[in-house]
C-alpha cells in the first residue's frame, strides 16, 4: 500500500505522486462520499428533506433530545388543510406544555419510536390534553405509508402509460391503474365469472 498509485493511461511524469494508501482512503473515498450525496440530494428535494428533518423533532428518543418547537411548527405550515391559523397559535402553546408534561412523566422515557410514543398517549390519554401535537403525530406516521403509496402509483402509471399507449383518456388510465394497483383483489376473482359478465 506504501507503493506510488499509478493512473494507468498516464505519464508519470506529469502525475502528482501519492501512495496507493493514500489514493484509496482519500482520494477514493471522497468520490464515493460525493457520490452518495449527490444521490441523496436527487432522491429527496429540499421539501421533502425538510419535512423528514421537521418529523424528527417528535423522536422521543434519548428523551425528546431532538425535539425542536420551530420545526414542529414549520412540519405544520407544511399541511396547511389540516391546521387553521387559530389552531397554529394553539399549537404553539400545546408544545410547550406537552414537552414540559411528557418529560417530567416516567412512562414516556424509554420509548423507541413514534408509534411507541403515539400508543403511549392513548394509553395515558394525553391525546386528549393535547390533541393538536396528537394530529401532528398521526400526520407523521402516515407520511411513510402515504409516499410508498404515491411511490407505488406512479410506478404503475410510468409501466401502464408507456411508448404504445402514450395517448390513453383520463379514465382509461384511471380503469388500468385500479386493475394494475389492486391486482390481488382481481386475482381472487373467477376467469369464468368475468367472462360471463363480458
Known sequence: MEDVFVVPGRSRRT???VS???????ELFYQVIDRQLQELNN???????????????LSPRDFYIYFDKKKLIRLVQLYPYEFSAGELMLLACQLENYIVDVRSDKRFCDLKGLSDLSEKMVETMKH???PLVYLLLKLALVLPVATASMERTFFAIHFIKNRLRNRMGDEWLNEYLVSFIEK?????????????RY
Not at 20 to 26: E, G, I, P
Not at 43 to 53: C, D, K, W
Open 15 to 17: 502525475v502528482h505522486e
Open 20 to 26: 496507493n494508501l493514500h489514493h484509496f482512503q482519500v
Open 43 to 57: 432522491r429527496f428535494y429540499e421539501t421533502s428533506t425538510e419535512l423528514l428533518l421537521c418529523v424528527a423533532c
Open 128 to 130: 386528549v390534553v393535547s
Open 184 to 196: 390481488d383483489v382481481f386475482d381472487n376473482v373467477d376467469n369464468e365469472k368475468i367472462i360471463q
